[in-house]
């Protein structure tokens, strides 16, 4: 079942449509996941990116500081001082506020959870995370500009499907590689295939493989352009024995 349009946007499908690769997407679900209990197996994506901007432009306010001081040294310029100010303070300000910005803004969290097939993703800034069942999300290819106006390349982005105003419920899922991002989500929660790649998952995946068997192990609920075996041949065996597919 596809997503909804926005802004005559194709959005992208609930379908696995390639393979997440390590360099890309896997690599980031190496370590432990976000939560879970005996009901409910939740992945927690945390992302301040604010926080790096901030830390940026300390970086090039402490630089440009120590090149004035290296002329301030060499120099006899009376107002070397004045100079440090009106070259430096901007970088810093901007900084400052960029710090304080993330500081103040609740934190940004992309949570899944495969069970009940919930979904919450936030806005920017101050507006409120959205919480919607995975189906109704409306997930698309958002072109990121570069220099020039040139085509940059494209991220993953969401859109509320509550509210209709632009920049109010939208959020960037993935920085590049949508295709890739998009189908790991997807075959994460689809809960009647088995837990996609990341060694986050291997502590669950016994757990998981018993729940899907004394279910019969039902048919996907999505679509796949790649195959997603068991972990071990004799479960893979089950599955076909069993479920049939």
Do not use: C
């Not at 990116?49 to 301030?72: C, D, H, K, P, R």
């Not at 901007?90 to 919930?118: C, E, Q, S």
């Not at 986050?200 to 192990?217: H, I, L, T, V």
């Amino acid at each position: 079942m596809p997503t909804r349009n926005w802004f005559k946007k194709d959005a992208l499908p609930f379908k696995i449509l390639t393979e997440p690769t390590h360099k890309n997407v896997t690599k980031w679900f190496n370590n432990e996941i976000g939560g879970s209990d005996d009901e409910e197996l939740i992945l927690i994506l945390q992302s301040r990116g604010f926080s790096m901007m901030g830390t940026a432009f300390y970086v090039l306010w402490l630089v440009q500081l120590l090149i004035m001081t290296i002329i301030a040294i060499f120099s006899d310029k009376s107002n070397i001082d004045l100079d440090l100010l009106l070259y430096s303070s901007p970088l810093f300000i901007i900084g400052t506020a960029l710090w304080i910005y993330n500081l103040i803004t609740p934190t940004k969290k992309i949570v899944l959870k495969r069970y009940t097939g919930m979904m919450t993703y936030p806005s920017y800034g101050f507006y409120p995370h959205m919480t919607l069942t995975f189906t109704r999300a409306t997930v698309y290819k958002s072109l990121i500009s570069g220099p020039d106006a040139t085509i940059g390349g494209y991220k993953l982005a969401a859109r509320n499907p509550y509210n209709t105003g632009v920049g109010k419920g939208n959020y960037d899922l993935a920085p590049a590689d949508p295709e890739e991002w998009w189908s790991y989500f997807v075959w994460y929660m689809d809960q009647n295939r088995p837990l996609p790649p990341g060694k986050s998952f291997d502590p669950y995946r016994d757990k998981d493989f018993e729940r899907r068997k004394a279910a019969g192990f039902p048919k996907p609920l999505y679509k796949s352009n790649i195959p997603t075996p068991e972990a071990t041949k004799e479960q893979q065996a089950e599955r076909e024995r069993i479920g049939g597919w």
